[in-house]
């Protein structure tokens, strides 16, 4: 049975939720864009069953989290200070992160900068980047098969410089009709995407976020990935927060390599890593791009899984998820 909790501190407050036994092996989930922490209730329920402690927060900007309304608010030092501080309000030293999406970033540099509160780390869909994720260090990693640079010169990447260049027409698109937005954005993965450019090459030469047209189309939900409940979470959330913060996300590359330059080791992690690839997932296209390769070169002890979903693939394929999980955590930390 999940149970909500608040971490308040002078600085932030972070809202998570936790289920399972308290002396249990904690697992600590992060969720990324544009998503809220009971996207892991799969995840939470599986695992608290089989003894583990589990916990999923409300990132910054989500859900009954702290929201600011300055863009370096939403910078990677400062939600990795969340995080450590949220182990703090749990009384424990270490924990098994797992992230997803942005999550990721968030668990690749917690380990970076912090690798004494980590047992091991998993994430799902976005890999390392010890340099930093932002579009300098994931531009030149592109597969220019797929993305002449004459045509796209920032590849799949488009869309994060038009969060700098047009952030808040992005902002108004997205919050224009919030059911629409989710609906859209999550679907399931189309295998018929490989070798084809992905639609968030094409922002800025289109006018912005589907098509330039300034709201999501109305397609009716997918429900391998988003349920009724699901929606309805999202529409209550991001109807009360909208979608600055999670936006504010992408608004700080500069900030976010300055910070990945004081990462400890030079970037090296030697803990156990696993990286689960989303097959169908062509915006973070791991598979048939370099995108994966920093990864490989700064991780000393890593495991590769493919997932044949696409990027959402917590929701549409959990059990997949649930198995290399549960594998990896047997194999490589006795649990």
């Keep these: 049975m999940e149970q909500q909790s608040i971490c308040r501190t002078s600085r932030n407050t972070t809202s998570y939720r936790t289920a399972g036994p308290q002396d249990g092996t904690l697992i600590i989930f992060i969720h990324g864009w544009p998503e809220l922490s009971f996207m892991w209730h799969k995840q939470m329920d599986y695992f608290s069953n089989k003894g583990y402690y589990v916990v999923a927060p409300d990132m910054r900007g989500y859900g009954n989290s702290s929201v600011y309304n300055r863009y370096e608010d939403y910078c990677m030092e400062e939600i990795v200070k969340d995080m450590l501080q949220l182990l703090q309000c749990l009384n424990r030293p270490n924990a098994i992160w ?193 995108l994966a390769d920093p990864m490989r070169t700064f991780c000393t002890n890593l495991r590769e899984e493919t997932v044949y979903s696409g990027h959402w693939m917590v929701q549409e394929k959990p059990d997949d998820v649930n198995r290399f999980l549960e594998n990896w955590m047997q194999q490589e930390l006795g649990l």
């Design 98 to 290: 797992i992230g997803h999406d942005w999550g990721a970033p968030v668990v690749w540099s917690i380990a970076s900068h912090h690798p004494e509160v980590c047992r091991a780390i998993a994430n799902l869909c976005v890999p390392y980047y010890p340099n930093g994720f932002a579009p300098e260090n994931l531009i030149p990693l592109v597969n220019r098969d797929i993305y002449p640079l004459d045509s796209f010169p920032a590849g799949q990447w488009d869309y994060q410089l038009y969060y700098t260049s047009h952030f808040e027409e992005g902002q108004k698109a997205f919050e224009a009709d919030i059911s629409r937005t989710f609906r859209a954005f999550m679907r399931s993965g189309n295998p018929a995407g490989e070798g084809k450019p992905g639609p968030t090459a094409t922002l800025q030469q289109l006018g912005g976020w589907f098509g330039g047209a300034g709201i999501a189309p109305d397609v009716p939900a997918d429900p391998a990935v988003l349920t009724t409940e699901d929606l309805q979470e999202y529409i209550n959330a991001f109807s009360k927060n909208g979608f600055f913060g999670p936006n504010a996300w992408y608004m700080n590359a500069e900030r976010n390599i300055k910070y990945a330059q004081q990462s400890v080791n030079g970037g090296v992690l030697s803990l156990p890593v696993l990286f689960l690839h989303a097959a169908y997932d062509w915006i973070c296209d791991t598979l048939h791009s370099k």
